[in-house]
Structures are given as C-alpha cells and as structure tokens.
C-alpha cells in the first residue's frame, strides 16, 4: 500500500470556483502536513503548514487534516488561473530533519 | 523574501561522470535536504542533514551519493558515477526546527 495517495486529476474549474484537493495516507505516525503548489519545472512552494488535526486559514486557502480518516484536504476558494499548477502534498511524523514524504500530485487549471 | 538557490539550473553529463549540484540555503536554517523528482513522478526524499552530518537518508541515497557543506552557505550533493536512471530534477531544501521547508528551483540532470 502506498504510503500517501493523491489524484493525480487533472482537474479544470472555472475561475472564481471552488476546488477540493484531497490526499489519503496509511502512517498513523504522520503528525505534519503541507500543501506545496508547484507550476511545470520549478520547485515546491509551501502553501499550507499545520501540525496534528483541525483547520488552517490563509487567505483563499484552508487546509483541514483528519488524522481518525487519514485525510487531509486543501480547499481553495475564488480560483484564479494563477492557481493553475500542480498541488502536492506532503507529511512527515516528527520535527526537522525528518523526511517529507511526498503524493503525487494533483493538476489544476483554472479557465478564465 | 529568503530563498534556497540552486546550480547549475541545467547539467548534462555522461554516464559515469562525477557531478556536483551545489545550493545555498536559507541562512539562518539549520536543516537541510536533497530531494529528486523523476519526470511524471512523485517528489523522492534523498537526505537530510544537520549539524555537518546526515540525520536520515532513504535507500535511494546509496555509495554513490555524498553531501558536504563545505563552508558556511554552500551545501552540495555529490553523485560518483552517473546512470542513466540518475536523470532527474534534483531540488534541495532548507528548514529551521518546526516549520515547513523552503524548496530551491532545481537543477535539471541529464545522464546520457
């Protein structure tokens, strides 16, 4: 079984939409989660950064993780079709120094 | 805004030839990691280090790969002898004790 799983989509909405992004994991010990957007040939960007269960606000960005389902999400409100890329998340169970492990990505585009 | 700076963006090299890819971290992060993205795959950790040695590695980051931080900015990943499976985007990443961690753009490597 694959440690993180995530659809890799592609997924298009219309600006101004909401959109779901959702990752599975099997390691109860994951304890931290990120949301990292990354666009074609460049490096991750950390979006969102939460530690254990719950929900995080930034902007038109929540990140919700549960860690009884093994679940976490990013939703993004108002898309723009500079949300356009492909969003990734990650987690890993202790503090620095500790591996991300990584899912595969899912792809967004954002049609204006 | 701090970020971590990759080089050379883009390397060709022979099979069998020694590379170096060189990064400098954010300055006052402690951690620091080497991450691999094969084209239409996940993002792989490779290595973290801290406090001049390496704290964790995964099975990927065999003989044939080395770190170093040779002085007060630079942090380099070295591979030995190159195989064609070596073609990847390599980033590096830099981190303090509890946040997420900061991506480099990448170097593009390219074993023929």
């Known amino acids: 079984q694959k440690e993180v799983e995530q659809d890799p989509g592609p997924l298009s909405v219309p600006e101004g939409a909401i959109v779901s992004l959702n990752c599975t994991y099997s390691n109860s010990a994951f304890q931290y989660f990120m949301w990292y957007r990354q666009y074609s040939r460049k490096g991750p960007e950390l979006l969102m950064y939460?530690?254990?269960?719950g929900n995080k606000e930034d902007g038109r960005f929540t990140a919700q993780v549960d860690k009884s389902s093994k679940y976490i999400s990013l939703f993004i409100r108002d898309s723009q079709p500079s949300d356009s890329a492909t969003y990734l998340c990650a987690m890993k169970s202790g503090q620095a120094g500790t591996a991300l492990i990584f899912g595969k990505g899912t792809t967004l585009s954002v049609s204006s | 805004e701090p970020e971590v700076t990759q080089t050379p963006s883009h390397q060709v090299t022979q099979m069998g030839q020694e590379v170096i890819l060189r990064c400098v971290p954010i300055?006052?992060?402690?951690?620091f990691y080497w991450y691999r993205q094969i084209l239409g795959q996940k993002v792989e950790f490779l290595v973290s280090f801290y406090n001049n040695e390496i704290s964790e590695k995964s099975e990927i980051f065999d003989d044939q790969f080395s770190v170093e931080r040779p002085d007060g900015s630079n942090f380099t990943l070295k591979i030995r002898s190159t195989k064609l499976e070596d073609s990847a985007m390599y980033f590096c990443?830099?981190?303090?004790?509890?946040?997420?961690?900061?991506f480099g753009s990448g170097t593009r490597l390219t074993v023929v």
């Open positions: 990443a830099s981190g303090g004790r509890e946040d997420g961690y900061t």
């Open positions: 300055s006052n992060h402690l951690y």
């Open positions: 939460t530690y254990s269960s």
